[in-house]
């Protein structure tokens, strides 16, 4: 399931929250107190990384004529608080999903001019596989990124044994998720269907079946009996 679709609202009203509260911040009297408040809601935290109060929401600038005036700004904040904890969560890794977009696009933009430390690269490619596990990247895309990040930061044989590595480890995932969804290939389900066609071939050389059942009905309850060995509830 994408990530990005299920929070995309979620993340909108907290964009427009934080917004609010970083324009209100901005603005005269009062203006330091909400301030501190915006910067409560957007503080960096582990998925948020360090790239300050809204970095890369849209409406964290917002232009004179956009402002919100207090009523509005008043029930952004009362919808984010109704929030139930998973969804101010699903908004906080969102969030932090929209700032590292930002940061990556500006690296990526960059033409390979950027040049990273190494502590630099593992950090941006740990981040990447994080938000993969998260559904955010495909394998495919996290991969492609890590290799960007990698070349800004290593060189030569050492650029060329990190690149193999990382391909490596792609095609073992890569094989791991098509074993997933390739029934034929999960070793427990090859053994279910191994010892239900030996059941139901026994079945077919039967001439009298328990219980009173017919051989069609033995054959149901049995194959369920196997399945739920070993699928286990």
Same mark, same amino acid.
Do not use: H
């Given at each position: 399931?994408?990530?990005?679709?299920v929070?995309?609202?979620l993340?909108?009203?907290?964009?427009?929250l934080?917004?609010a509260m970083?324009?209100?911040?901005?603005?005269?009297?009062g203006?330091?107190?909400?301030a501190e408040?915006?910067n409560?809601v957007?503080?960096?935290?582990?998925?948020?990384?360090?790239?300050?109060?809204a970095?890369?929401l849209?409406g %964290?600038e @917002?232009? #004179?004529?956009?402002? *919100?005036d207090?009523?509005e700004?008043?029930r952004?904040?009362? $919808?984010y /608080?109704?929030?139930?904890?998973?969804?101010r969560a699903?908004?906080?890794?969102?969030?932090?999903?929209?700032?590292?977009?930002?940061?990556?696009?500006?690296?990526?933009?960059?033409?390979g001019?950027?040049?990273?430390?190494?502590?630099?690269a593992?950090?941006?490619m740990?981040e990447?596989d994080?938000?993969?596990?998260?559904?955010y990247?495909s394998?495919?895309h996290?991969?492609?990124?890590?290799?960007?990040?990698a070349?800004?930061?290593w060189?030569?044989?050492?650029?060329?044994?990190?690149?193999?590595a990382?391909?490596?480890?792609?095609?073992r995932e890569h %094989?791991a @998720?098509? #074993?997933?969804?390739? *029934?034929?290939?999960?070793?427990?389900?090859?053994?279910f269907? $191994?010892e /239900?066609s030996?059941?139901?071939?026994?079945?077919?050389?039967?001439a009298?079946?328990?219980?009173?059942?017919?051989r069609?009905?033995?054959?149901i309850?049995?194959s369920?009996?196997?399945?739920?060995?070993h699928?286990?509830?």
């Open positions: 399931m994408n990530k990005r679709a929070v995309g609202g993340c909108l009203l907290a964009a427009l934080v917004g970083w324009w209100m911040g901005r603005q005269g009297a203006g330091a107190a909400v408040r915006a409560a957007a503080a960096p935290s582990p998925w948020w990384g360090a790239s300050g109060p970095a890369g849209p %964290a @917002l232009p #004179a004529s956009g402002a *919100p207090a009523a700004f008043a952004l904040r009362q $919808a /608080e109704r929030l139930s904890p998973e969804d699903a908004v906080d890794q969102a969030r932090a999903y929209e700032g590292f977009m930002g940061r990556m696009q500006a690296l990526l933009g960059s033409g001019a950027r040049v990273l430390s190494q502590s630099e593992l950090q941006v740990d990447v994080a938000f993969q596990r998260e559904d990247y394998l495919a996290a991969l492609q990124l890590k290799m960007a990040i070349r800004m930061a060189q030569g044989g050492e650029l060329d044994g990190k690149l193999a990382m391909q490596q480890q792609f095609e %094989a @998720l098509v #074993a997933k969804s390739d *029934p034929s290939k999960d070793p427990t389900f090859v053994a269907k $191994a /239900e030996a059941m139901i071939a026994q079945a077919r050389r039967m009298a079946f328990p219980d009173g059942l017919t069609d009905q033995y054959i309850r049995e369920e009996r196997i399945r739920a060995r699928y286990p509830d």
